[in-house]
């Protein structure tokens, strides 16, 4: 149990909990909270404009960025931050949509590969718009130049030290940033 407000906290040296003080709690607390609100809001954006999950546009997005508009199955699952599984039910459900179609990889006869079909990037296309601008003043337009700046900063720290200590695969940046 956290110590009270105020109460002393143990030292990491004596094998003690590091508790979070009363700033961090409450800069924990908002970070968790606007990251949650923020990704339900472009969800609820999607889904009311385009019929279309985050997950599900993020994943239509991963293909579109990639060359020959396809990715293996298991790096679309990487990059999406998904499991293998959660992809192959997103993967059926976008080809019952006729999204995305599965092709067996000609150098591995056991893969597949999902491609984004051309309806799939029509779907893209028309989603996007209305994506962007709900990211853009939900998030860029509530910030000035610097913060922006600070939030890129941070944001690409906690990536790669999330990266590097295996809690998450390396997403790669969009085509053409790299």
């Not at 893209?124 to 130049?145: C, Y």
């Not at 939030?151 to 200590?165: C, D, E, N, R, V």
Request: charged share 20%; with cysteine; glycine share 8%.
């Amino acid at each position: 149990m956290p110590p009270a407000a105020g109460a002393p906290t143990d030292s990491p040296a004596d094998g003690g909990t590091r508790w979070l003080d009363a700033e961090e709690q409450v800069t924990w607390r908002a970070y968790l909270s606007a990251t949650q609100l923020l990704t339900d809001r472009i969800d609820r954006q999607l889904q009311h404009e385009s019929g279309i999950a985050h997950t599900y546009y993020e994943m239509l997005v991963r293909l579109s960025e990639s060359p020959g508009r396809s990715l293996r199955m298991s790096q679309l699952a990487d990059s999406s931050l998904s499991s293998r599984s959660r992809v192959s039910h997103a993967v059926a459900r976008l080809e019952e949509r006729g999204w995305i179609r599965r092709e067996a990889c000609e150098t591995d006869g056991r893969g597949y590969l999902a491609v984004l079909t051309d309806a799939g990037f029509t779907a893209l296309d028309q989603a996007a718009p209305g994506h962007v601008e709900t990211v853009r003043s939900n998030l860029f337009d509530v910030l000035d130049a610097e913060q922006v700046e600070q939030l890129g900063k941070i944001s690409q720290t906690l990536l790669a030290h999330l990266t590097a200590t295996g809690a998450v695969s390396p997403v790669p940046p969009p085509a053409g940033t790299a």
